[in-house]
């Protein structure tokens, strides 16, 4: 059982670690008020993409010291939830050992290439915004609910 004091371990997986899972990480440590160790990695690790750099600047959110890692460098690092945002990813991941809780998001890839052309900037706010509602959701399932008193 987890202390009171301890972080949870939180490791975002997709297929490339380029797009998705970047900035799934950098949105729950952007909003998770410290209360989570954050990582993201690939089944197939390319880089960060510029426009998911780009689209998270906009929030005010860096994630361009991030890098692309592949997911077997997490097996022994104790993670305690893996969050699959992408179908290929979710079936390709390994089993982590211990009571890992997986959850999945199936989101849609804004990837177009490597190009970084104003005409894709929707499609990764799309993709950003869709991921920042899901976090939402994901840290309102773990507040503790507090008992109303009646009087």
């Not at 991030?66 to 993670?79: E, F, K």
């Not at 699959?84 to 804004?110: K, L, M, T, Y």
């Not at 190009?115 to 976090?135: F, G, H, M, N, Q």
Request: glycine share 8%; charged share 25%; hydrophobic share 35%.
């Amino acid at each position: 059982m987890r202390s009171e004091n301890t972080k949870t371990k939180v490791l975002f997986l997709c297929t490339g670690n380029s797009c998705r899972s970047q900035m799934a990480e950098g949105l729950l440590r952007w909003m998770g008020n410290s209360k989570y160790d954050v990582y993201s990695a690939g089944v197939a690790p390319s880089r960060v993409h510029p426009m998911s750099i780009l689209v998270m600047q906009e929030l005010g959110v860096d994630i361009s010291g991030q890098s692309s890692d592949l997911v077997d460098d997490y097996l022994d690092m104790g993670i305690d939830i893996v969050i699959s945002v992408c179908d290929h990813a979710a079936q390709n991941c390994p089993v982590f050992p211990g009571g890992v809780e997986r959850i999945h998001w199936s989101i849609e890839d804004p990837f177009h290439g490597w190009s970084v052309e104003e005409r894709y900037i929707p499609r990764y706010r799309k993709t950003r915004d869709e991921l920042r509602a899901r976090i939402e959701g994901f840290l309102q399932a773990r507040v503790p609910h507090r008992r109303t008193e009646l009087t």
